[in-house]
């Protein structure tokens, strides 16, 4: 589905002294925007906790420290977080490219310090969530859940699928339960197939939010079956009436506009205006990562069956 745009800015804003910002949060505290991401090189996959702020999405953002969390893990990156009753929740991954991995749980009052709690969800071995990352949280229906990527073991290239869980106390704080996989390669008839000899990666990078007619918008990143890689990645979306699903896919929602690619990113519903803050590397950026925002009418995905 070819989503009409109104507004789309990019790139936002260039790091102060790392080559590359992915993976976007961004959250409101009812005074400040506060965007969460990861920042660090794609040349080494060495990664850091972004933390900027601003008075407004399209900025202007001001990049602080690094955000320090006594958590183990060769990929700790990519939070996920939400901001409710006055305290942060950042779900965070500490693996992406191996097996195993946690989703850890970590709570602050100003965005900046940051208290770690038990891990809300561990990798189990041997099974399809051998290796997990990406988690974000979601309020759907009045319950607060983890979406995720999960991937049984690997020989050559993670193949990761889409997977939900729930907190059994309807509280940041779980216990969480697991639903199960809600999305899998075959239901994305866009992305790379497990078969193919070229396969790039699997679906990653999934969010849920909630349409104003009730049904649950997932967005996430797939890789499409043709191009050169570094122009394969794109932001896609899928609907479906329950949170379980099952989802089906409007497409790629976004084109990049010149060689490159985009992924990893976040939705926001305000009214009529559907946001989606996204990552995306471009030609005019050196094909170094960068942040984006987009806009259009929500209405539009009340045409969608």
């Known amino acids: 589905m070819n989503i009409n745009f109104?507004?789309?800015?990019?790139?936002?804003?260039?790091?102060?002294?790392?080559?590359?910002l992915k993976d976007p949060c961004p959250v409101f505290d009812g005074r400040v925007w506060h965007v969460f991401g990861s920042s660090g090189t794609v040349t080494t996959e060495t990664w850091r906790i972004l933390h900027a702020t601003a008075p407004d999405l399209y900025g202007p953002w001001a990049e602080h420290e690094p955000i320090e969390?006594?958590?183990?893990g060769t990929g700790v990156a990519a939070p996920g977080v939400t901001h409710e009753c006055g305290v942060f929740h950042m779900f965070i991954q500490t693996e992406f490219m191996k097996s195993g991995g946690r989703c850890?749980?970590?709570?602050?009052n100003d965005g900046f310090?940051?208290?770690?709690l038990s891990p809300a969800i561990l990798a189990i071995p041997d099974t399809e969530e051998d290796g997990i990352y990406d988690p974000h949280p979601a309020v759907i229906g009045g319950g607060r859940y983890l979406v995720y990527s999960a991937m049984p073991k690997f020989t050559r290239v993670p193949q990761p699928d889409i997977y939900l869980a729930r907190s059994q106390s309807d509280s940041w704080f779980g216990p969480w339960k697991r639903i199960g996989k809600i999305l899998d390669h075959n239901d994305v008839p866009h992305h790379n197939t497990r078969d193919d000899p070229d396969y790039e990666w699997g679906i990653?990078?999934?969010q849920l939010i909630e349409l104003p007619d009730g049904r649950?918008?997932?967005?996430?990143?797939?890789?499409?079956?043709?191009?050169?890689?570094?122009?394969r990645q794109r932001v896609f979306f899928a609907i479906a009436d329950e949170v379980s699903g099952p989802y089906v896919s409007i497409g790629p929602?976004?084109?990049?506009g010149q060689p490159g690619e985009n992924g990893h990113s976040t939705v926001m519903i305000d009214?009529?205006?559907?946001?989606?803050?996204?990552?995306?590397?471009v030609a005019t950026t050196d094909h170094r990562w960068r942040y984006g925002l987009a806009r259009c009418d929500v209405a539009l995905f009340s045409k969608v069956a």
């Open 6 to 20: 109104e507004t789309n800015v990019f790139p936002l804003f260039h790091p102060q002294s790392v080559d590359d």
């Open 69 to 72: 969390l006594p958590i183990n």
């Open 104 to 108: 850890e749980h970590a709570v602050s």
């Open 113 to 116: 310090h940051w208290v770690v």
């Open 204 to 206: 990653e990078g999934a």
């Open 216 to 231: 649950v918008l997932l967005n996430a990143t797939c890789f499409l079956p043709n191009g050169l890689r570094g122009n």
């Open 253 to 256: 929602v976004l084109e990049p």
């Open 271 to 281: 009214g009529s205006q559907l946001s989606l803050f996204y990552q995306s590397r």
